[in-house]
């Protein structure tokens, strides 16, 4: 069994190699990345060329370890996610056998994580293709959140640090659209990344590596109790709040089940704080700081990762502590749990709370509120924008 983590284009590679930079998440969990440029696959540092899939207008979808991958995986899709879609109506049946191969013929994949720039022309157009082959290949039977980076729709962006073309928001945000309407119809749910949390100096292109990290981060320590931690809910019983696994935060992404089930559109955020004094790693014995929660659940709130959410219209909202074992069973040191529920009630009435023990020195509050589509202003935003960019 293994928890998939595929990343789509550009900016849905660039964030999976970064949730591969942390440690233990390879045991349970395995990448993927799929690109139309050979150039941005190998800029990425923890994601090798037997992780590749290079999509390719002539050959269709090309294995990164194929003799001559470099010479057809080139000319990319230049901000057009319908030509990517037609490309992958061809030929993305190709990647259910890809995936058999790899991860074995019994659909071993529960659950995965598709990740996508919204504004360009690769993730855009082949994200729903992907998730449709991880369906066709786990028989049905997997749950599939998107991670999608709405762009930045403020001013034009430089496509590149290294070239002069731009892309005007206008384009993005038409992409976007044409991105989400079809992510909709085959996820279970949609965790948003917006561009426009960044000042605008740090969102050209090639300055996301921070704020890449810490979406990652956010993500990672979100999955942390079943995919990095590999905790056993029955086998820890001392804690407050139980572990938040798989099924919880699908639960929580999305609207109802089955087939009449809607994904839920969630912002995610998180606070961290050192649970040891810097003078404590010297000096081990002295150095415990005691954490405060209701702080904590509030920077998370601060950090979420859409701009202009109202809070208020949150239907659903998960919150994950993450933190070492005296800091979640120890009276003198236990973290208050339920600051943070309290927090996240004051917003929705259906709150999911989970805590997880860590080795780190570090402890974490993760938290998802999830929306209606139509309760987004940012949706509603970039729909505007791509409207008068269309009617032009
Ligand atoms: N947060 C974040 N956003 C990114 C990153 N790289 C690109 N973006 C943004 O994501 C959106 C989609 O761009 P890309 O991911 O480059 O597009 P693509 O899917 O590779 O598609 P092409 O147009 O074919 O290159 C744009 O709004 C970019 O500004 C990244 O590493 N992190
Ligand atoms: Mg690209």
């Not at 190998?42 to 990164?64: C, Q, R, Y």
């Not at 709405?150 to 073309?165: A, G």
């Not at 839920?264 to 002295?286: K, N, W």
């Not at 005691?290 to 959410?309: F, G, I, N, R, W």
Request: net charge negative.
């Amino acid at each position: 069994m293994v928890y998939l983590f595929v990343g789509t284009g550009q900016a849905g590679s660039a964030l999976v190699d970064e949730v591969f930079a942390h440690e233990g998440i390879r045991i349970e969990a395995a990448p993927l990345a799929l690109n139309s440029t050979v150039r941005d696959l190998e800029n990425l540092t923890h994601i090798e060329d037997d992780e590749w899939i290079g999509v390719s207008e002539t050959d269709g979808l090309v294995p990164g370890t194929q003799a001559g991958f470099e010479e057809v995986v080139t000319g990319g899709f230049g901000r057009r996610p319908r030509r990517a879609n037609d490309v992958m109506e061809r030929h993305g049946q190709q990647l259910v056998p890809m995936l058999e191969e790899r991860f074995g013929e019994e659909g071993n994949v529960p659950f995965a994580f598709v990740f996508l720039g919204l504004g360009g022309g690769t993730g855009c157009g082949i994200a729903p293709h992907v998730v449709d082959a991880i369906r066709r290949y786990a028989a049905g039977d997997v749950k599939v959140i998107a991670v999608a980076v709405l762009p930045n729709t403020q001013e034009s962006v430089h496509v590149r640090d290294d070239e002069e073309e731009t892309v005007s928001a206008g384009r993005q945000a038409s992409n976007a659209v044409y991105g989400l309407d079809r992510l909709e119809e085959t996820v279970d749910g949609i965790l948003l990344v917006d561009n426009q949390r960044l000042g605008y100096e740090d969102s050209a292109e090639g300055r996301f590596a921070e704020y890449n990290e810490y979406v990652a981060g956010s993500v990672v320590d979100l999955v942390s109790g079943p995919v990095v931690e590999r905790i056993d809910p029955g086998e820890y019983d001392e804690i407050d709040a139980p572990i938040i696994d798989i099924q919880d935060i699908v639960t929580s992404l999305s609207f109802g089940a089955g087939p009449d089930g809607e994904p839920g559109y969630g912002t995610i955020g998180r606070s961290i704080e050192m649970t040891m004094s810097l003078p404590g790693y010297f000096l081990p014995v002295i150095g415990d700081q005691q954490v405060d929660a209701a702080e904590l659940a509030y920077l998370a709130q601060a950090k979420q990762s859409v701009d202009d959410v109202t809070f208020g219209d949150a239907r659903k909202a998960i919150g994950h502590v993450r933190a070492p074992r005296k800091y979640i069973a120890d009276p003198e040191y236990q973290i208050e749990i339920s600051e943070v529920r309290r927090r996240l009630n004051e917003h929705c009435s259906e709150v999911n709370l989970g805590m997880v023990p860590t080795s780190r020195n570090l402890v974490s509050c993760t938290t998802v509120y999830t929306f209606e589509r139509t309760d987004l202003d940012r949706i509603r935003e970039i729909e505007e924008i791509a409207d008068t960019y269309e009617a032009a």
